[in-house]
């Protein structure tokens, strides 16, 4: 499939949103191949079954999401945070007739395997801060744990997309911090792409309108609030911990997550698998 993606000459965020607004978003592989699976064994196929093939997947959680809020029903008073109620109200029929996954991660991104790593490890990363904030807030007797664990795996998606659509970019702000551990990641992709993820994020949330709630647990500005601070906490810790537990802002947030979950620093770390 041809890909025409914006030129990184112009450095331009609205360039990227206008983009990304009408781009396919890609699947992974192992995504579309259970979800194919599923449609020749009618058995099996039902929504939790769909929901379990979908929520591996990031990206394919995040076209769920949108296409539902894009195409509520007039007497839908809530909106939908969830995936398998999300697949529930789409239908199995509407949903693998309006949300196909012939468009391939591993097709994008085969001249770039390096970057496919990154990509697939970030992934690895959203779903260990999912774990992380769905365990917490059942600590907390959060009642909507789920949606926590959505939040959490969406966070980053911003950085997800641009690995597919930009990834020798990526691979450039990578080997910038590699080469130089004290550069923080905003400056160098304010380097590089002419912008913060975070800010191309909080824009791709508003341009394929998200539920406002799912979209205000995302925004870390908003950490004063439990939940929301039991998100950015937990996408905090997965990061912090990717490579290991000498990472030096470790100490910080364990702190943070021991005032969260009002437990002291020792249980902190053990609940986390910390040594």
């Known amino acids: 499939m041809a890909l025409t993606r914006p030129k990184l000459v112009k450095k ?11 781009a396919d978003i890609p699947v992974l592989k192992s995504t579309a191949r259970e979800i194919e699976e599923l449609k020749k064994d009618e058995d ?7 929901t379990a093939a979908v929520i591996n997947d990031p990206m394919m959680v995040f076209r ?3 296409y539902t809020q894009k195409h509520k029903r007039k007497q839908q008073l809530q909106d939908l945070l969830q ?6 109200m789409m239908g199995t029929t509407s949903f693998f007739t309006n949300i196909p996954t012939n468009f391939l991660v591993d097709d994008i991104l085969k001249d770039n395997p390096v ?3 990154h990509l697939l490890k970030l992934i690895r990363r959203a779903h260990r801060a999912a774990d992380f904030a769905a365990d917490w807030a059942t600590h907390l007797t959060d009642l909507r744990a789920e949606e926590v664990r959505t939040a959490a795996l969406l966070h980053d998606l911003a950085e997800m997309l641009m690995w597919c659509f930009a990834p020798e970019e990526m691979n450039t702000i990578y080997a910038m911090q590699l080469a130089d551990k004290t550069i ?4 160098a992709q304010q380097e590089v792409l002419g912008f913060k993820l975070q ?4 824009m791709l949330v508003v341009e394929f309108q998200l539920p406002p709630l799912l979209s205000k647990l995302m925004q870390d500005d908003a950490s004063s609030e439990q939940r929301v601070r039991n998100v950015t906490l937990a996408v905090n810790l997965a990061r912090h ?12 947030d364990f702190h943070d997550i021991s005032e969260l979950l009002r437990m002291d620093i020792h249980r902190v770390m053990l609940i986390t698998g910390a040594p």
Not at 199 to 202: E, G, V
């Open 115 to 117: 970057a496919l790593m």
């Open 64 to 66: 769920v999401l949108s």
């Open 83 to 88: 995936v398998e109620q999300a697949v529930l």
């Open 12 to 22: 331009d965020i609205d360039a990227w949103i206008n983009f990304l607004s009408t």
């Open 199 to 202: 800010d191309l994020q909080k």
């Open 44 to 50: 099996k196929l039902c929504a939790r079954s769909v």
């Open 184 to 187: 923080r990641s905003i400056n």
């Open 241 to 252: 911990s990717a490579h290991g537990w000498d990472d030096a802002a470790l100490p910080d």
